[in-house]
């Protein structure tokens, strides 16, 4: 059945969907916990918004964006 499946998908064009990319260890280093440094939307000064979660920073605007490590301070974004 399966086989069946790969030729259908073959014939279409479709092709296996790439591996999804597994979250790097070195990016959740230090228990997951960051510091996100934003730029403010009137004002353009910086500000920091302390001990977040790093799926949070999804709601952040890229503008000038900046995330580091809780304990150990190094940039990851």
């Known amino acids: 059945m399966n086989n069946l499946i790969k030729k259908i998908q073959s014939?279409?064009?479709k092709k296996d969907a790439p591996p999804a990319p597994a979250e790097e260890e070195d990016e959740?280093?230090?228990?997951?916990?960051?510091?996100?440094?934003?730029?403010?939307?009137s004002d353009d000064k910086?500000?920091?918004?302390?001990?977040?979660?790093?799926?949070?920073?999804?709601?952040f605007k890229p503008n000038g964006l900046r995330v580091f490590c809780n304990v150990c301070r190094r940039r990851l974004l």
Do not use: P
Not at 28 to 41: N, P, Q
Not at 48 to 58: A, G, I, L
């Open 11 to 13: 014939i279409f064009g």
């Open 28 to 41: 959740l280093c230090c228990e997951g916990k960051v510091h996100i440094a934003y730029r403010g939307i």
């Open 46 to 59: 910086m500000y920091v918004s302390y001990n977040r979660r790093w799926d949070e920073v999804k709601f």
